[in-house]
Every structure is written in C-alpha cells, then in structure tokens.
C-alpha cells in the first residue's frame, strides 16, 4: 500500500474527553517579561507587531489583555509577559 502524501495523512492525536487538556497545553505560570518596541501597525488584521532586544517579533491582538492597540504608535515601547515555549503575549502594557 503506497504511503499517503503528508498534506492527506490524519493526526489523531486528540481527545473526545472535554474535560481533559491537550498535552501541548502551555503552563502560563512559565513566562517571561520582555521591553520591545512597536515595528507595525496592521489595523486591517486587528494586529501590531513589536520586537525585542534580542530581535523576536511578537503580535499583540485586540485579545491581548491590557493594552489598547488604537493607542500604540511606532517607535512606542511596551511592555509584554510572554510564554517560554511557544511564545505568546499574555498581556502587554504601554511604556510612558
């Protein structure tokens, strides 16, 4: 039997128990604070992309607890509590 492509082979690794996590749940308790600096608007996305120090590019969304997207502008620093692995902004604060 010849191997299916990979776009056509099924993952099953799910679960049908609602009560059980997703094994590739993240713990938040494992975060980091960063300073980065906002590159990008992109209000048709309901978007703003910000970079770290160290050059990571994150995206803030109007579900990013904190901080009001129409507020921020280029160059503005914010302040953003990011999961470890698999990086994603928590929440984000505007930097006065």
């Known amino acids: 039997m010849a191997e299916r492509p990979m776009h056509l082979q099924m993952n099953y690794a799910f679960s049908l128990n609602p009560r059980r996590e997703p094994k590739g749940s993240q713990d938040e308790g494992d975060t980091r604070r960063v300073e ?18 160290d050059g990571h590019l994150y995206a803030l969304t109007r579900k990013t607890q904190g ?20 990086p994603r902004v928590l929440n984000a604060a505007a930097v006065a």
């Open 36 to 53: 980065a600096v906002v590159v990008a608007l992109i209000p048709e996305y309901h978007q703003v992309k910000v970079r770290d120090g």
């Open 67 to 86: 901080v009001d997207l129409a507020s921020l502008h280029e160059g503005q620093r914010v302040v953003c509590t990011v999961t470890r692995k698999l």
